[in-house]
DNA sequence: CGGCAAAGCCTTTTT
DNA sequence: GGCTTTGCCG
């Protein structure tokens, strides 16, 4: 149990219990508390139902808290409320999230209430993170050490593709990748090779799933790694197994916590669930702990409010003061802490269980994670499993308008199987704008206006930082990326090519990793090479092969291999070099600065030199990156904790001083606000996401509807919805129609670019479609026309794809210079018909012919090269060559 | 063994 | 359409 990670001794049961005093004695704050008729200043501004659920500190509850409601700050009151009362330690709150984001903002808010204790609460933090921390500790009763490598997803796959070509099998025919997504897709339930059904085990590989999956593991062992799976997967073993560790953590942790519940998986449920059982053991001694930084649980914040200053007098020390904290409300004084409230079940129903003190916050219509193996199930399963538990709803909305919340409420009301709440806001303001609606001809033009759109914001005297483009897709952001880059506008990307997943980044850290943890051959293997030492293929195997035979890591196996004749003189001299050099470095690894060694590797390695010998444009990047990561491993204690860090926290921290417009996927948003926010590409098959709808079916359309739910309830006061007609996909031009969802907004609360005339027949906002060809046609508003469109038939839809769309595009927008000459107002485009355009593409055979002259809108005149179904082969006299379907082009 | 060209891959979301 | 991997050749 003594390892380096172990900072922390876990046997809190043996230091020494804080004294508490008697309640009511002396001045003491914790005194005052208790006793206290008016509620402390952290509580005030809270809502009734915040304030139940802040306050509601025993037992089991959920906290169905709605988009904007106030969620975290429920939370991290909590938190400060069960410190200020003394109820817990802070080393004795079990705090949980999913995302190192959120854990980060709840340390700094909780930091902002109760000042330093945060450092106290060395058990707030992600699912993974304290995973590891748990493994850490007691790593041995799995089977590792516990200095163990943690594999990210490319380490796994790579290891999994050895393992498939071990067995024989073809790793075309079952790819790694996918093998990787089912061992997770287990994982996520908490299975281990014995546990997967027959039916998973043979889906795979011949029917060897199961034989591969064991072989991964054990191999997983040798390697002493883990994956991420593993991190929740083994902690889950741990404490079943051990019963004596889990009665440990069961009693230590007095509180739980966990932050968007519904996006808990099984295994997460589990790990929970285990923790959350209460037993009563006459034996032992409940016991106080200390928190590990001697921060004293939190006093007097609330006599001082939330703005305390670290300067104040009254923190600081965790004298005798703090430790009277620790009486609990109700307690008439002694040395026995009084039982937990008596319960009728408590999980698991034990006839020893107490109610666990667990309360769980989310929102089902929140849960956009089912695809990664999130349960709603969990949240909707609530009070089965707590029974007694207490809800508190959030309805109360504090962030956007009457309009943004009628226009997602309604959205997210075709969901069925909701635990449903409604949002409400409290004045709502007749200026405010409603949802905008706006369509496009193509994904540039989207691009183009979404860009016009942020510049008039802006000269609106918005700043940048207050507007978000949310996609659906990462591959959206692209357009928009180019199209600012021109503009010269200001804009970030969030969640998008992550610094630690660069090339070199990740050699970098593979250096690193051999030093640390000698037994990572996944990272020796990556770097024998690189940069070419004429280590290829052959030798890498050789010593591959010695290692397995003699069942050590393969930097201990090249040792050995270059005493022998085996190799030839030329690679052997150079493995030489390179283990040497390692044994070297390893030497230097306690008592050289962990940054200025990593630099020293780097330049010893020939690894910098590698990048500054190469002429493409993109080294002086990678050198610019390499230098940042030695940077930013100065703030770590050690070379070891920064590799821990950069397993778990993935992404690098992004230049908040810049003004500039966020874009990033939806998911990615999920907990952020905006002022103003752009919705593009609601069109079929992209939003909602075909393969949601392929192989989620009903819920997955679901799980999209809340997506586009989650969308919109990130605006504050301007929400722009966009779709466009083309999309390139896969580098083919395809037809889009546009989204279901957009059907599903409620007209009251949602402008489309121009009211139409007529709606189309049934109520609500009724269909979504731009009718292009008429906008074209009626520059000249013929009556005929606007009739025949109505009656649209599969004849008149081949005009669909004319040039007509990019003056629709304009509505509303009239200050754009298109060159179509589409002022603001004077088109009048918009039919609404209940017919799908899907139907339209035709799926028979082209009737245009090779040699045919014809135009595109985008690309403009060219020739039919080639003919295949409905989609063209067209040389264009500026363009190149490019394929279209043929719904897109003209005769000439 | 290394470099280059061609072919195949995939593009939903992520700890 | 862009990227990675593979395969062939020097």
Redo the contacts with the bound molecule.
Sequence with gaps: MSNPFDDIPFDDAHRPAPAPKPAGGGSGIAARAMGARSAPAYLEGLNPEQRRAVETTEGPVLVLAGAGTGKTRVLTTRIAHILAQGLAWPSQVLAVT????AAREMKERIGLLVGGAVEGMPWLG????IGVKMLRRHAELVGLKSDFTIL??DDQIRLLKQLIQAEGLD??RW?A??FAHMI?GWKNKGWGPADIPEGDARAFANGKGRELFTAYQNRLKTLNACD?GDLLCHPIRLLKANPDVLADYQHKFRYILVDEYQDTNTAQYLWLRLLAQRRVSPHRQPVEERGETASPPLRQAQDEGLHRSPASPLMGEAGEASEAKLIRVGETGGDTPPPLTPPPHGVGGGPNGAPPNICCVGDDDQS??G??GADVDNILRFEKDFPGASVVKLERNYRSTAHILGAASHLIGHNEGRLGKTLFTEAPDPDDPKVNVHAAWDSEEEARAVGETIERHQRDGHLLNDMAILV????QMREFEDRFVTLGLNYRVI?GPRFYER?EVRDAMAYFRVVCQPADDLAFERIV?TP?????????RLVHDYARKKGVPMLAAAEELVATEEMKPK?RAALRDLVQSFRRWQELLDNTPHAELAETILEESGYTAMWQADRSAEAPGRLENLKELIRSMEEFESMRAFLEHVS?V??AEQNEDMDAVSI??L??AKGLEFDTVFLPGWEEGLFP????LD??GRS?LEEERR?AYVGLTRAKRHCHIWFVSNR????LWQSTIPSRFLDELPTDHVDVAEPPSSYGGYGGYGASRFDRAEAFASTRESPGWRRAQANRTEATSRNWGSRSGVAVERIGYGEADSGFGAGRGSVKGRVIEGELIAKSVSKTASDFSVGDRVFHLKFGNGNVTAIEGNKLTIAFDRA?E?KVLDGFVERV
């Design positions: 999913f995302t190192n984001k992600t699912f993974h993170s990210d997803t790793d075309k790819p990748r996918q997770d991420f956009i994670y695809w990664r659906r897709a990462s591959f969640g090339m090479n070419k030492r004429g280590l290829g293929d052959a030798s890498v690679p778990l993935m992404d990033m996927t998911h990615a996401h075909q393969r949601a192989e989620g997955g997506l390139r996909i896969h580098g190149g490019k």
